[in-house]
DNA sequence: AAACAATTGAGATGTATTATCATTAAGGGG
DNA sequence: CCCCTTAATGATAATACATCTCAATTGTTT
C-alpha cells in the first residue's frame, strides 16, 4: 500500500506555499530543498507524477519549459505569457468551456482535452 | 534575405510525403536522409522552427514526446492516442471551435490557444 | 522487535533540442 | 560568368528536463 512519508508532505506543504504560482518540479524542488535539504529531484519527480496520476494535483504540459503543477484541482484554464513565461489562471466567467464529444466522425474516442491559452498576463498586459 | 537551399526544399517534400502522418523532427530527419544523407538533425531542427514561425507550417506540442509537425495549416484539430502515441486530425463537424476571447476579468490579453484531444486513434479505438 | 516491501538518494542515463563555430554555398552585382 | 557577402549548413558539444538503476533506508504489518 502507499506510504505516508516525509518527503510527500514536505512536497504538498510546498505546493500550497506555492499556490497559484503553477511552479515547475524545479521550483518546488528548490522550495522543498529549504526545509528538506537531503530531498533528491527524483523523489521530487516521482511524487509529482505520482499525485498527478492520483488526481491530487494537475500536471499542465507547456510548451518549451518543463511541467507545471497546480493544486488547485477545481476546473480552470489555464494562460502562459508569451512574455514572461509564467503560467496564470483565467477567470473569464464568459471562456467557452469545452463539452467533450466522446469521437468524431473518423472513429476516433475521446476522453479529454487540454487546453492552454497563449497571450499576456495581467502585469506583461499592462506594460504598454 | 532568406535563401531557398536544397535542404529546404527536401524538408518540404518530406513533410508531403508524411502528409497526414504528424511526423515528428526525427522521423523528418530520417526521411530526409534517405535523399540527403549529409544533412545534420541540426539543420532540420532548425529549418522546422523556421518555417513554423512563418507559418508554413504547424508545431504540435505533444506531451512526454517530441514536437510534431504538420504541413496541413487548415484550422482543425488533433487527437493525441494514448494507446499507440500517434496523433491523428480531428474532423468531427460539431466539435466546439473556438471563439478566442481577447481578454478575461482579471487582465489578461489572450492572443492564441492550445487544444489538444486526447483519446484513441480509430485503429486503437476498433481494437475492442 | 523482526520482517517485508515501498520509498528514497545519488548519480548515470536517455531524449529532445539548441548553441557554437568553422566551412559551404545561395544569389546579387559587376 | 565570376566574385563577394553573408545566410545557411554540418559536426559536435552543450543544455534541459526527466527517468532509470540500485543499494540503502524507512513505513507498516506481524
Redesign the interface.
Known sequence: MERNTHQKQCILNALEELRGEHPTAEKIYETVSQTLPTISRATVYRVLNQFAGQGVLLQL?V?DSGDHYDNNTMPHSH?LC?DCKRV?????????T????S????????????????????HC??KF
Open positions: 504540459h510548451p494562460l508569451c496564470v489562471d483565467l477567470e473569464s466567467p464568459q471562456l467557452p469545452f463539452d467533450i464529444p469521437g468524431d466522425a473518423s472513429g476516433c474516442r475521446i476522453t479529454g482535452v487540454e487546453v492552454l491559452f497563449l497571450g499576456q498576463c495581467p498586459a499592462a
